[in-house]
């Protein structure tokens, strides 16, 4: 077996590798969804990664998709047989010390220590991950649009202390009704006067986007291979990012999520 491990600022080399790694995850994903006809699409940092870079932003740590609702469910349900054994499916019912709601693809040939979990004891799986977001649709109103913002922020105050939530408490019941509040506002796939939101599972970051924004997907590369991304990534990035999101930025901002980061090769 081979180790390495790299604190806090984590070596190049490593964390390359560690990308290489969680491509390997997104193939396999991408193979899954288009046996199984589930759509998806590169989201956040790995969308800006594929407009800005064609591929990892440098110092990019994670992989980010979403799905549509009904496809994040299915995927759920076959994810266990259709997955090789180098990933673990991560669920609250797979790892019961898993504190998030959404579902992760973690690695079994590498670790990562993220900065909130430095010094914690931490029971659930901390291979480098693949993110995987369920997305709804909701009325295209104000109201609805001030509904959405404020049970997320809700949903914030009691989910896990994660990157964008460093103050949460991690209260699963109260979540739970408050995701459920959410999802009875879902509409399908019909309305393209809908809005599309993440689902109340990915607490960190509300989005409000257009309909004919994600749809139809299409492909962009990213890594050398291609895969499914919003229709106007362009506005799908800007409705995520306050900031100018084509500019470097500078030298010193360009940190990774992790505090720590170890290849395993045992398999």
């Given at each position: 077996?081979?180790?390495?491990?790299?604190?806090?600022?984590?070596?190049?080399?490593?964390?390359?590798?560690?990308?290489?790694?969680?491509?390997?995850?997104?193939?396999?994903?991408?193979?899954?969804?288009?046996?199984?006809?589930?759509?998806?699409?590169?989201?956040s940092g790995?969308?800006?990664?594929?407009?800005?870079?064609?591929?990892?932003?440098?110092?990019?740590?994670?992989?980010?998709?979403?799905?549509?609702?009904?496809?994040?469910?299915?995927?759920?349900?076959?994810?266990?047989?259709?997955?090789?054994?180098?990933?673990?499916?991560?669920?609250?019912?797979t790892d019961?010390?898993?504190?998030?709601?959404?579902?992760?693809?973690?690695?079994?040939?590498?670790?990562?220590?993220?900065?909130?979990?430095?010094?914690?004891?931490?029971?659930?799986?901390?291979?480098?991950?693949?993110?995987?977001?369920?997305?709804?649709?909701?009325?295209?109103?104000?109201?609805?649009?001030?509904?959405?913002?404020?049970?997320?922020?809700?949903?914030?105050?009691?989910?896990?202390?994660?990157?964008?939530?460093?103050?949460?408490?991690?209260?699963?019941?109260?979540r739970e009704?408050?995701?459920?509040?959410?999802?009875?506002?879902?509409?399908?796939?019909?309305?393209?006067?809908?809005?599309?939101?993440?689902?109340?599972?990915?607490?960190?970051?509300?989005?409000?986007?257009?309909?004919?924004?994600?749809?139809?997907?299409?492909?962009?590369?990213?890594?050398?291979?291609?895969?499914?991304?919003?229709?106007?990534?362009?506005?799908?990035?800007?409705?995520?990012?306050?900031?100018?999101?084509?500019?470097?930025?500078?030298?010193?901002?360009?940190?990774?999520?992790?505090?720590?980061?170890?290849?395993?090769?045992?398999?």
């Amino acid at each position: 077996m081979l180790c390495m491990t790299i604190m806090a600022k984590i070596n190049p080399k490593v964390l390359r590798e560690a990308q290489l790694i969680m491509l390997e995850m997104l193939v396999e994903f991408d193979r899954i969804c288009k046996k199984h006809n589930l759509q998806y699409w590169l989201d956040s940092g790995t969308l800006l990664g594929a407009v800005r870079h064609k591929g990892f932003i440098p110092w990019d740590d994670d992989i980010d998709l979403s799905m549509p609702l009904e496809d994040y469910s299915k995927f759920i349900q076959i994810a266990q047989d259709e997955l090789p054994d180098s990933i673990f499916f991560q669920t609250t019912k797979t790892d019961g010390s898993f504190p998030f709601d959404y579902i992760k693809l973690r690695s079994q040939k590498a670790e990562i220590v993220e900065f909130h979990e430095k010094d914690r004891d931490v029971a659930y799986h901390q291979g480098v991950f693949v993110d995987i977001f369920p997305m709804l649709t909701i009325p295209n109103s104000e109201f609805h649009q001030q509904f959405y913002m404020d049970i997320f922020k809700l949903i914030r105050s009691v989910s896990s202390v994660s990157l964008h939530t460093p103050e949460g408490k991690n209260r699963p019941l109260e979540r739970e009704k408050l995701i459920a509040t959410l999802a009875l506002m879902h509409q399908g796939w019909q309305k393209e006067d809908s809005k599309i939101i993440y689902g109340g599972e990915m607490p960190d970051v509300a989005a409000w986007f257009d309909y004919q924004s994600i749809f139809p997907l299409k492909k962009m590369e990213f890594e050398g291979l291609e895969f499914s991304v919003p229709n106007d990534p362009d506005h799908y990035l800007g409705a995520i990012y306050s900031f100018d999101y084509m500019e470097l930025p500078p030298l010193d901002k360009r940190a990774t999520h992790a505090e720590e980061m170890r290849i395993v090769d045992i398999f």
